[in-house]
């Protein structure tokens, strides 16, 4: 079945309206979106829904995600933990026909997340076949430079230095500036890079409306900082009442070497339950949640690849505890 670029699009044209095909902004945006390329690293329940949106919109999708699966996204996404029934059906079933034998031998080859998520990129848009693809290399194995062709870099469960060393690779790719008089770029004042805003110590993180760092923010990197240290997303169930033990000693051991008051994790006054945390660090992944944010960063990642719009600057984050969303800037304090 062959896909016409109006079958597919036919979406995005609705929106628009009927005239946007004779509209030659709306086409220089198709084109930029179409010639773009986004490379996606650990995905996540939020980062799938960005890359869902980006596909449908026309933008081709690089995946690197050497995660075992479906272990590292069993209770995230494309029902792994049905997907491993199957997976354990067909192993122990006895092949009865050729055709068996090769679908078997071709489940057993989703190793990783990326292989997995692979050909359901490629359904989600059929114009896009040949441009996507999976990057095998894990990200410690990457070049710098490496992450330079990419028009934007959408990654997750990564720890501090490994998002330090993405960020400089990308300040030092050097950008070629472009006379477009139907683009409608907006200069971000003031420009804090994401490594600079990483080397912002915690304590710090104040501002006119805040007294303490926001209890987002510290949120946030406690749960960032947690992953790393563990290594893992998930936990088996035998062992889920020692893990959670694991993060109070961890989550307090932390706030003490972070120089950060139990106060900037309570919510309205009320103190948080650390137990409680852990349960959320343990499953952080919450469909709803994960569709509302994704949709409002999508948009963000439209923002600069079309130069359309003003983007956020430099922090936003959406919290499915209260539903609370906060854009703030983070900056080193000025000497």
């Known amino acids: 079945m062959s896909h016409s670029h109006d079958d597919v699009y036919d979406r995005q044209i609705r929106l628009w309206g009927a005239d946007a095909q004779a509209s030659s902004s709306i086409m220089r945006i198709f084109k930029r979106m179409s010639n773009a390329r986004v490379l996606y690293i650990n995905l996540t329940g939020v980062t799938c829904e960005m890359m869902k949106n980006l596909v449908l919109a026309g933008v081709a999708a690089v995946v690197c995600d050497p995660r075992p699966y479906p272990d590292a996204v069993r209770e995230v996404f494309f029902k792994a933990s049905s997907m491993e029934a199957i997976i354990a ?33 490629d359904e989600l848009n059929p114009l896009l076949i040949g441009r996507n693809s999976v990057e095998e290399r894990p990200i410690a194995l990457l070049p710098e430079e490496y992450f330079g062709q990419f028009d934007a870099v959408v990654a997750s469960r990564l720890s501090v230095d490994e998002v330090k060393r993405i960020s ?66 998930t936990i088996s169930n035998n062992d889920e009442a020692n893990a959670r033990e694991r993060f109070v000693v961890f989550a307090k051991k932390w706030m003490d070497s972070n120089k950060i008051t139990s106060a900037s994790l309570d919510i309205e006054g009320v103190p948080m339950n650390l137990k409680r945390l852990a349960a959320i660090a343990l499953h952080p992944e919450v469909s709803p949640t994960a569709a509302v944010l994704g949709g409002v960063l999508g948009n963000e990642v439209i923002k600069s690849l079309t130069r359309k719009g003003e983007p956020s600057n430099n922090v936003l984050m959406f919290s499915g505890l209260d539903g609370g969303c906060r854009s703030f800037v983070l900056c080193p304090a000025e000497n």
Do not use: C, F, H
Not at 97 to 118: D, F, I, R, Y
Not at 206 to 218: A, E, N, S, Y
């Open 168 to 233: 400089l690779a990308l300040i030092s790719v050097p950008r070629i500036a472009i006379d477009d008089k139907l683009s409608d770029p907006t200069k971000i004042e003031p420009y804090v890079s994401l490594a600079k805003m990483m080397e912002v110590p915690l304590a710090q993180a104040t501002g006119r409306w805040d007294k303490i760092p926001p209890r987002i923010l510290v949120l946030q990197r406690l749960l960032m900082d947690y992953w790393n240290e563990s290594n893992k997303t």
């Open 89 to 121: 059906s067909r192993r122990n079933s006895s092949n009865n026909n050729g055709e068996e034998e090769q679908q078997s031998k071709k489940v057993k080859l989703l190793n990783t997340v990326a292989e997995a998520v692979a050909p359901e990129i």
